[in-house]
């Protein structure tokens, strides 16, 4: 399975974008790009995932870069309850989340 | 639908002893999986199960055991449960194992082993 990174920590001011950055510059031809978030200690939950082309859902927006091998998940209009850990994974079987983007949204 | 429920909330144990923690979900998935997630750190695959009566390893399995005897319930267990065992760990289950799968996750289990 292909690994991720991602930046530890990201700020962002309520009400404004947040855009969370993913490389998985291994990723092959089947993965999907995943994205959950935990709050708190809550169980995670999953956003939205993609395979290659922008999806968008309720809750976010996801851009994959034409080759893959980065992503952006965006939330268009951050509140103080988006505020959690958010994993990025890419995955065939068995996810492998690693420690993910603590976003701290502020008032 | 109450989705991924987990049973119990928290437990705490003396080392040495062992303990099951119960996983159920009602939305009828084959696959299931157990995670523990230690502070700070990201989520780690324990056991999984691809269907009632099959499981297997994931990332971390040593010291844990796992039983699948039917399709809606995961249970894992700790048989001499050990410090290096404090942890939250979390159920979850999807539909199939496929690329588009998406997990559902529990709320998780606190367990503290003194």
């Known amino acids: 399975d292909a690994k991720t990174t991602q930046p530890t920590s990201m700020d962002c001011a309520e009400g404004r974008a947040a855009n969370l950055p993913c490389n998985h510059s291994?990723?092959?031809?089947?993965?999907?790009v995943y994205w959950y978030r935990q709050i708190h200690s809550q169980g995670p939950q999953y956003i939205i995932h993609?395979?290659?082309n922008n999806e968008t859902n309720e809750m976010a927006s996801l851009i994959i870069t034409e080759d893959r091998k980065s992503s952006t998940l965006i939330l268009p209009h951050a509140t103080l309850r988006d505020t959690a850990v958010y994993y990025c994974?890419?995955?065939?079987?068995?996810?492998?989340f690693g420690a993910g983007t603590r976003l701290t949204v502020k008032p | 639908n109450a989705g991924v429920t987990q049973t119990p909330k928290f437990r705490v144990l003396k080392t040495g002893q062992s303990m099951t923690l119960l996983c159920a979900q009602d939305?009828?998935?084959?696959?299931m999986y157990w995670y523990r997630q230690d502070p700070g750190m990201g989520l780690r695959l324990i056991h999984y199960?691809?269907?009632?009566?099959?499981?297997a390893k994931g990332e971390v399995p040593d010291g844990y055991n796992v039983s699948r005897l039917k399709k809606q319930n995961f249970l894992l267990g700790l048989e001499s449960a050990a410090p290096s065992q404090t942890s939250v760990y979390f159920c979850?289950?999807?539909?199939?194992?496929?690329?588009?799968?998406?997990?559902?996750f529990g709320p998780g289990t606190r367990l503290l082993v003194l």
């Open positions: 199960s691809v269907g009632e009566g099959t499981t």
């Open positions: 994974i890419v995955r065939v079987r068995d996810m492998r």
């Open positions: 939305m009828n998935h084959e696959y």
């Open positions: 993609g395979l290659k």
């Open positions: 291994t990723i092959s031809g089947n993965e999907y």
């Open positions: 979850a289950s999807s539909y199939s194992g496929g690329s588009r799968e998406t997990q559902y």
